[in-house]
């Protein structure tokens, strides 16, 4: 599930470069807002796998 919003993430990075390429600085601010906010989740995500995984070794 991380992968999945690293990507996301990294296609809002892509977008808001190419709207600021364009001088669409609003849109582009936006899609850096996104790719923060998918960025933030993939982090969250890592994290909780992490968190699981030591749970789970530490039970043995």
Known sequence: MAAKHR???AGH???AANKHDT???DE???H???A???S???HGKSTDAHSKSAASS???
């Open 28 to 30: 582009a601010h936006e």
């Open 36 to 38: 923060h906010e998918s």
């Open 7 to 9: 990507t996301e993430a």
């Open 40 to 42: 933030t989740a993939a």
């Open 13 to 15: 990075h892509i977008n």
């Open 58 to 60: 530490s039970k043995k």
């Open 23 to 25: 001088g669409n600085v």
């Open 32 to 34: 850096s807002q996104k």
